[in-house]
């Protein structure tokens, strides 16, 4: 069964404050999407600008070239979990290893033109594998399912890590991609710009939840 994950995408700092709220109120989960410019070609909010209450579980998703200059930040922030990106030109093994000392899960998001083999070394160090198939630094885009195939790919290399997915989930095919094996789905624009945040989310995960095939 697959965990559906509001997903915050923002530079505007009150609305960051408001989501986190309202998404707080019908979700154990969520991503906080983060960038610096570096990597995405957009600057959201800073890590700096964060406040996190207390007793809200975080997925840090944090696109930066160099996230090792933002590891004070993310330590600060307690996230249960920071996802960095594969293709930085970083030493994320080194990151890595400072989040678990930390008490902070690592995750691994890897962008349409990364096979997994060629990272398989920082799979297996990781808890979590982000298949990001959406556009970087936004939401609204539409979605890539053959990055589906990914999925048994990752499964080889560490049976057990988690899979999450980021990019174009909604309800026409959030059952698709729960049946494709991936444990956790983030969902963007979707929740966002429904009119009413918790019934849209809702939806997702009685969808999600379906049997057998899309008629």
Same mark, same amino acid.
């Given at each position: 069964?697959?965990?559906i994950?509001?997903t915050?995408?923002t530079?505007n700092?009150t609305f960051?404050?408001?989501s986190l709220?309202?998404f707080?109120? &019908?979700s154990?989960r969520?991503?906080?999407?983060?960038?610096d410019?570096s990597?995405?070609?957009t600057t959201l *909010? %800073? /890590?700096?600008?964060?406040?996190?209450?207390d007793g809200?579980?975080?997925?840090?998703?944090?696109?930066s070239?160099?996230?090792?200059?933002?590891?004070s930040?993310?330590i600060?922030l307690?996230p249960?979990?920071?996802i960095?990106?594969?293709?930085?030109?970083?030493?994320?093994?080194a990151?890595?290893?400072?989040?678990?000392e930390?008490g902070i899960?690592?995750?691994?998001?890897?962008i349409?033109?990364?096979?997994?083999g060629r990272?398989?070394n920082?799979i297996q160090?990781?808890?979590?594998?982000m298949? &990001?198939?959406?556009e970087?630094?936004s939401?609204?885009g539409?979605i890539?399912m053959?990055?589906?195939?990914? *999925? %048994? /790919?990752v499964?080889?290399i560490?049976?057990?890590?988690?899979i999450g997915?980021d990019?174009?989930?909604?309800?026409?095919?959030i059952?698709?991609?729960a049946?494709?094996?991936?444990?956790v789905?983030?969902?963007?624009?979707?929740i966002?710009?429904?009119?009413?945040?918790a019934?849209m989310?809702?939806?997702?995960?009685?969808?999600?939840?379906?049997?057998?095939v899309?008629?």
């Amino acid at each position: 069964m697959a965990t559906i994950v509001p997903t915050i995408t923002t530079d505007n700092q009150t609305f960051f404050n408001e989501s986190l709220t309202k998404f707080s109120q &019908f979700s154990k989960r969520i991503q906080i999407d983060a960038s610096d410019g570096s990597f995405a070609p957009t600057t959201l *909010v %800073p /890590l700096s600008s964060m406040n996190i209450p207390d007793g809200v579980n975080i997925d840090l998703h944090v696109m930066s070239a160099r996230p090792s200059e933002h590891l004070s930040d993310i330590i600060k922030l307690k996230p249960r979990l920071c996802i960095l990106h594969a293709e930085v030109d970083d030493d994320l093994a080194a990151v890595f290893a400072k989040l678990r000392e930390a008490g902070i899960k690592t995750g691994l998001a890897l962008i349409k033109t990364t096979f997994p083999g060629r990272v398989s070394n920082l799979i297996q160090e990781v808890d979590h594998v982000m298949i &990001f198939a959406g556009e970087l630094g936004s939401q609204g885009g539409t979605i890539d399912m053959m990055q589906t195939e990914k *999925v %048994p /790919l990752v499964r080889n290399i560490k049976p057990d890590v988690e899979i999450g997915w980021d990019g174009g989930a909604n309800l026409s095919n959030i059952r698709a991609l729960a049946h494709a094996g991936i444990d956790v789905i983030n969902v963007g624009s979707a929740i966002t710009q429904a009119a009413d945040a918790a019934a849209m989310y809702q939806s997702l995960v009685t969808e999600s939840e379906k049997k057998g095939v899309l008629v």
